[in-house]
């Protein structure tokens, strides 16, 4: 057992974050990147990937992807790798000792050390990370769609990004998270990674867990990052985690909610393991793992993410393992499957229902789902959603709404 805020993997929190003026940026080989690259960027830049300081390189990767450590012997589950193809490579004249300037929304945004250009098997990364290689499997898939070359160095954020509202009242990178717990007075805080809106049995489970791990607190730590049509838009999840407490579900002085930029892998138990440490560094001691943590379709055994932590050393965040859960009319509450007796009868909660619920605009009954939490979802589908609480086609094509890079002139 931890009893008390951990330091953070590796021993310290990574800040890599260097406000720099354009004259000393002018003249780097510029890269353009994408939202995940640019989320990554701030997760090593920000210290909630620590001890990383940029992307990986070969070493790194290949320990990482047999041993599931890095070189340096750290417990690390998912590489983090920057690709590039060979062409780009030529063509932009990169050598390794040099130095990129990655801009995001046209704009300087971080910088890259070319420590090493190298290669990695693909085929293997995808087989240990995410234990399959079929290509429907979303990680699989954006693994073999990397690019063939690979450049490992630090990384720098050298402009740093607005975030906006209403993401920006989230925004609480290890640092920030750490001052929040202390002010509070938190030692012990359990973390729920979520990509929902909360339903009542998301609450109860997360007082069960509070309860089991006899906590100070639960922090709510939504992942933001790219979404597929059907998900609930990130407005909806983290307003709605954060109504549960503003509306009295939870006192204000047990329960928090910030987010993490992050692009689902759904690695399952190497999920879980990455998830486990990011909210080590975000200064919590517990985590909530369910069934199926970070899993995709049948790919995982429903407590694979569970198991894994049998198998490695003490990460410093003690793993609470919840089961299997539903409403039991019999009793007539919530419970879990190895409680009452009454498996027949039991009733899961099952998110396409609510769903649907949710789609036609009837507000359910607050024993599955809290009032507060329908009206808010509705008004964010307004707000934020072009009508949908749901991840449409029109929520797809705007802009990053989590950050604007500033304007930067070179
Ligand atoms: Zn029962």
């Given at each position: 057992m931890v009893d008390n805020a951990l330091s953070p993997h590796g021993g310290k929190i990574v800040e890599r974050v260097v406000p720099t003026p354009a004259e000393k940026l002018r003249g780097l080989t510029q890269v353009p990147?994408?939202?995940?690259?640019?989320?990554?960027?701030?997760?090593?830049?920000?210290?909630?990937?620590?001890?990383?300081?940029?992307?990986?390189?070969?070493?790194?990767?290949?320990?990482?992807?047999?041993?599931?450590?890095?070189?340096?012997?750290?417990?690390?589950?998912?590489?983090?790798?920057?690709?590039?193809?060979?062409?780009?490579?030529?063509?932009?004249?990169?050598?390794?000792?040099?130095?990129?300037?990655?801009?995001?929304?046209?704009?300087?945004?971080?910088?890259?050390?070319?420590?090493?250009?190298?290669?990695?098997?693909?085929?293997?990364?995808?087989?240990?990370?995410?234990?399959?290689?079929?290509?429907?499997?979303?990680?699989?898939?954006?693994?073999?769609?990397?690019?063939?070359k690979f450049v490992g160095g630090k990384v720098t954020i050298v402009n740093p990004p607005v975030i906006n509202p209403p993401f920006d009242g989230f925004w609480f990178p290890p640092k920030a998270q750490r001052e929040l717990f202390a002010q509070r007075g938190w030692k012990k805080v359990v973390a729920h990674q979520t990509r929902n809106v909360p339903h009542a049995g998301h609450e109860w489970l997360m007082k069960g867990a509070w309860f089991a791990a006899n906590a100070d607190a639960i922090l709510v730590n939504p992942v933001i990052g790219e979404k597929r049509p059907g998900d609930y838009i990130d407005e909806a999840i983290l307003l709605s985690h954060d109504i549960l407490r503003k509306a009295g579900y939870f006192r204000e002085d047990i329960h928090t909610t910030s987010l993490l930029l992050w692009d689902m892998r759904y690695a399952g138990p190497r999920e879980a393991v990455f998830h486990a440490i990011v909210r080590k560094n975000l200064g919590c001691t517990h985590h909530m793992f369910g069934r199926d943590h970070a899993g995709v379709g049948t790919y995982y055994d429903t407590y694979a993410a569970h198991r894994i932590f049998n198998e490695l050393p003490d990460l410093g965040i003690y793993p609470v393992k919840t089961l299997e859960w539903w409403y039991c009319p019999v009793c007539a509450g919530i419970a879990y499957e190895e409680q009452c007796a009454h498996k027949q009868e039991a009733q899961r909660f099952s998110g396409s229902l609510i769903r649907s619920i949710i789609e036609d605009g009837v507000k359910p009954p607050r024993l599955i789902f809290r009032p507060e939490v329908f009206d808010l979802v509705m008004e964010s589908a307004e707000k934020y959603g072009h009508g949908s609480p749901f991840v449409n086609e029109a929520y797809l094509k705007r802009p990053d709404p989590v950050m604007t890079i500033p304007a930067m002139q070179l």
């Amino acid at each position: 057992m931890v009893d008390n805020a951990l330091s953070p993997h590796g021993g310290k929190i990574v800040e890599r974050v260097v406000p720099t003026p354009a004259e000393k940026l002018r003249g780097l080989t510029q890269v353009p990147i994408r939202g995940p690259q640019a989320r990554e960027c701030l997760g090593i830049a920000y210290g909630f990937f620590s001890p990383l300081e940029g992307f990986l390189t070969a070493a790194d990767v290949d320990s990482v992807v047999k041993n599931m450590t890095l070189a340096s012997g750290y417990v690390w589950s998912i590489p983090l790798v920057f690709d590039l193809s060979e062409g780009q490579i030529k063509e932009m004249g990169i050598k390794e000792g040099g130095k990129l300037l990655l801009t995001y929304q046209d704009q300087p945004f971080a910088t890259l050390d070319v420590e090493e250009i190298f290669s990695y098997d693909k085929e293997l990364m995808a087989k240990n990370v995410y234990g399959t290689t079929d290509p429907k499997h979303p990680g699989v898939k954006r693994t073999q769609a990397y690019q063939d070359k690979f450049v490992g160095g630090k990384v720098t954020i050298v402009n740093p990004p607005v975030i906006n509202p209403p993401f920006d009242g989230f925004w609480f990178p290890p640092k920030a998270q750490r001052e929040l717990f202390a002010q509070r007075g938190w030692k012990k805080v359990v973390a729920h990674q979520t990509r929902n809106v909360p339903h009542a049995g998301h609450e109860w489970l997360m007082k069960g867990a509070w309860f089991a791990a006899n906590a100070d607190a639960i922090l709510v730590n939504p992942v933001i990052g790219e979404k597929r049509p059907g998900d609930y838009i990130d407005e909806a999840i983290l307003l709605s985690h954060d109504i549960l407490r503003k509306a009295g579900y939870f006192r204000e002085d047990i329960h928090t909610t910030s987010l993490l930029l992050w692009d689902m892998r759904y690695a399952g138990p190497r999920e879980a393991v990455f998830h486990a440490i990011v909210r080590k560094n975000l200064g919590c001691t517990h985590h909530m793992f369910g069934r199926d943590h970070a899993g995709v379709g049948t790919y995982y055994d429903t407590y694979a993410a569970h198991r894994i932590f049998n198998e490695l050393p003490d990460l410093g965040i003690y793993p609470v393992k919840t089961l299997e859960w539903w409403y039991c009319p019999v009793c007539a509450g919530i419970a879990y499957e190895e409680q009452c007796a009454h498996k027949q009868e039991a009733q899961r909660f099952s998110g396409s229902l609510i769903r649907s619920i949710i789609e036609d605009g009837v507000k359910p009954p607050r024993l599955i789902f809290r009032p507060e939490v329908f009206d808010l979802v509705m008004e964010s589908a307004e707000k934020y959603g072009h009508g949908s609480p749901f991840v449409n086609e029109a929520y797809l094509k705007r802009p990053d709404p989590v950050m604007t890079i500033p304007a930067m002139q070179l």
